[in-house]
């Protein structure tokens, strides 16, 4: 589940009352127990390593805040071309080592029980933190910096593009066995800007990546564009609920796996509610080229053993047979 190491688990929250959050990203020990906690906990089929997408624009030169309950802040956003002077592409490993500590240790203590996702923040959703300086629900601030100083915007598009691709090869190098590209903020733009100041961005990363490694890419809100994301070759693309699975499989078209959607707020419904709706969901997409999921990130409110049901409920899900349906339908 995306988000699945986190604050709805009781001993994620002991580890967060005892460390801050960028000492429990920065210190590989830590982000291993937290990452294997879901997978010991919840039973998923992978785990997600335990860090954060903004760990890029702290190494390429800017002071990040993660403030518990109010999110990220930037106190220093990057605005002007005099602010492009504090801005640099870093090396990878020199900066990042931390999260390649991280994998490696994670993949020793998963022993193969379980594939490990890495992951990164898209161009796009990072150049909303760097100008902004703080989460918005619409992200103003930077809309009008695309808008009205589009080539310095897209140089630091591109800066933060090269940054993500030696970030992810290096979480490659280091074991990840997938890679997920996130653009959190990718709906809050038109069909032709999300392909102007994101997909040109991030269809780079995945060129570059999916020769490697499997690939997902999630794009929160921006269903209108899965046609030119499945082009991109993305070995998987990641769905929010705002989409039927039905829909959402005839715009991807047959060779791409879809992955998702399930509303993370529907996970404190009834377990029996649950059942029926995830059921659906599953049925929805089909026994193939599918992975179970949810839309976006679990909430700190979820139950833990609705989490667990979640998983259970997938896990156990049988599909009907063509038969089984037709005899249904008479």
Not at 49 to 74: T, Y
Request: charged content about 20%.
């Amino acid at each position: 589940m995306m988000r699945q190491a986190g604050r709805y688990l009781p001993d994620y929250r002991v580890l967060r009352d005892k460390y801050d959050f960028f000492t429990r990203v920065q210190t590989p020990e830590l982000a291993t127990a937290i990452t294997l906690q879901p997978v010991d906990q919840i039973g998923v089929d992978a785990a997600i390593l335990f860090s954060d997408i903004l760990v890029v624009l702290q190494a390429m030169g800017l002071e990040v805040q993660l403030i518990e309950n109010k999110g990220p802040i930037l106190p220093n956003p990057v605005r002007t071309l005099a602010d492009m002077n504090r801005v640099y592409v870093p090396d990878a490993d020199e900066s990042l080592g931390y999260v390649f500590d991280a994998i490696r240790l994670t993949k020793q203590e998963l022993n193969n029980r379980v594939p490990l996702i890495g992951f990164a923040g898209a161009p796009w959703t990072l150049l909303c933190y760097m100008v902004e300086g703080k989460g918005s629900k619409t992200f103003d601030t930077v809309k009008a910096f695309c808008f009205t100083q589009p080539d310095l915007a897209h140089r630091l598009l591109q800066m933060l593009t090269d940054t993500t691709i030696a970030y992810l090869k290096q979480q490659v190098k280091a074991g990840v066995d997938v890679v997920q590209l996130f653009d959190s903020w990718g709906g809050l733009l038109s069909p032709d800007d999300f392909e102007t100041f994101s997909l040109f961005y991030m269809r780079q990363i995945i060129q570059a990546l999916n020769k490697e490694v499997p690939t997902i890419l999630f794009a929160k809100g921006a269903w209108s564009s899965i046609p030119e994301m499945a082009a991109t070759g993305s070995t998987a693309l990641g769905l929010d609920w705002c989409i039927r699975p039905e829909t959402a499989r005839k715009m991807a078209g047959p060779g791409v796996t879809l992955q998702g959607n399930f509303d993370p707020a529907r996970l404190v419904s009834p377990i029996s509610e649950l059942k029926k709706e995830v059921s659906k969901m599953l049925n929805g997409f089909g026994p193939g080229r599918y992975i179970a999921n949810l839309g976006h990130g679990i909430l700190p409110n979820v139950p833990v053993d609705h989490a667990k049901a979640f998983v259970d409920i997938v896990k156990n899900h049988q599909y009907q047979t063509r038969e089984k349906q037709v005899f249904s339908s008479l």
